[in-house]
């Protein structure tokens, strides 16, 4: 079973460019959750989105920054008008139910570089 | 809010011998559930081993074992016989019921495995 992929592992953009990170999760998994990553920090919970559905972005910047997961297709998550700030690691990760102890499964990153 | 404290930021071990890592939650819940995940240098995030609140008995996955104490919100993780694989980032990460899969980390333990 392929994991949960996610592309491009490396994108720099300039200030004020728009980010697109996308996340495959695994066979079978409807549920997929977006974590970021500051230097020398832990992971930070953003957004818990079913196929269609956005069910928490309690953790997202309220500007700039969304989430969709269609019906068909990777999951997005796009930050428009991107900053320094931004600059960070974007962990998916995905699971075939809701519940806690489910294992969530983490994809390898994307690493947005904002110069 | 549920926070989980990770008071060590590195820690270093000779090859072959054992280590314990910490880490401290703060919760109401009765029942939730406690991870260990490891990021070695290639930065995946890999489940090391996980506790459910309301079993006793600690768990173990080979090399790997906690130390759950409840009352105390502890959950350490000892690791016997360190390889230099195990160098990485360790994360101690916590999931409640409320929650459901949207984990919050601690700020993590750098491990160096020296020979």
């Known amino acids: 079973n392929a994991g949960v992929m996610q592309n491009p592992r490396h994108l720099v953009r300039r200030r004020g460019q728009e980010a697109r990170l996308r996340c495959s999760p695994m066979k079978g998994h409807s549920h997929v959750y977006w974590y970021r990553q500051l230097p020398e920090e832990g992971l930070k919970f953003m957004v818990y989105?079913?196929?269609?559905?956005?069910?928490?972005e309690s953790g997202m910047p309220k500007e700039r920054f969304s989430a969709e997961f269609p019906k068909e297709g990777p999951s997005i998550l796009r930050i428009q008008q991107v900053v320094r700030g931004d600059s960070a690691a974007y962990f998916c990760?995905?699971?075939?139910?809701?519940?806690?102890?489910?294992?969530?499964?983490f994809g390898e990153g994307s690493w947005l570089t904002v110069v | 809010a549920q926070t989980v404290t990770q008071s060590q930021p590195e820690m270093s071990v000779q090859e072959a011998e054992t280590v314990t890592l910490s880490c401290t939650y703060d919760?109401?819940?009765?029942?939730?559930?406690l991870f260990w995940y490891k990021q070695p240098p290639s930065r995946q995030m890999i489940l090391v081993i996980r506790?459910?609140?309301?079993?006793?008995q600690n768990a173990t996955e080979n090399r790997f074992s906690v130390n759950f104490q409840k009352a105390a919100k502890s959950f350490s993780l000892k690791i016997s016989d360190s390889q230099l694989g195990d160098t990485a980032m360790y994360f101690c990460a916590y999931d409640a019921m409320e929650y459901g899969n949207k984990l919050v980390f601690g700020a993590g333990t750098i491990l160096r495995v020296k020979s």
């Open positions: 506790q459910e609140a309301y079993k006793q």
């Open positions: 990760a995905s699971s075939p139910r809701r519940g806690i102890g489910n294992t969530i499964y």
């Open positions: 919760t109401s819940e009765n029942n939730y559930y």
């Open positions: 989105l079913q196929k269609e559905n956005i069910i928490d």
